[in-house]
């Protein structure tokens, strides 16, 4: 039952960021600051990804524990939050099966759009895991002095 929770709470999360990338991605390619910055769009999904990744995280260990709140530094949170993390992975890596089916191998051309460009959505997925293993290690217990 962890592994669906989890599950569902990181797509969500991740196709809540997509869309917020895809306003900002837009909103930056219209504006007069972008400029010629090819770097910009790989900026905007990389932090994207961190956020997205962090309440992933966040939202799966206190749906799966049933808890209210997410207690950091216990034991238990930092079980939970390692097993969430590798349900993220297994769900990243079929994410990108997915897109690299659809889309990837098809020779379809993406702006700078998840999951239209391949770099970009690598950038995101790889950033989530990021935030995840952020969390992971900040639900870690420290030793007592």
Do not use: N
Not at 106 to 119: E, F, K, R
């Amino acid at each position: 039952m962890t592994f669906l929770k989890a599950a569902i709470v990181i797509v969500a999360c991740l196709a809540l960021g997509d869309v917020v990338g895809v306003v900002a991605c837009t909103i930056f390619d219209i504006a007069p600051i972008r400029g010629d910055s090819a770097a910009l769009p790989y900026v905007i999904w990389f932090v994207l990804g961190i956020f997205a990744g962090l309440f992933a995280l966040a939202g799966a260990v206190t749906w799966a524990s049933g808890k209210e709140a997410f207690a950091s530094e216990s034991p238990e949170t930092a079980a939970l939050a390692t097993r969430i993390f590798l349900v993220g992975l297994v769900v990243a890596l079929a994410i990108g099966v997915i897109f690299w089916r659809i889309y990837w191998s098809q020779g379809v051309v993406g702006d700078y759009y998840v999951p239209d460009s391949a770099p970009h959505t690598i950038v995101y997925l790889l950033s989530a895991l990021g935030g995840m293993w952020v969390g992971r290690l900040v639900s870690t217990p420290r030793p007592k002095a």
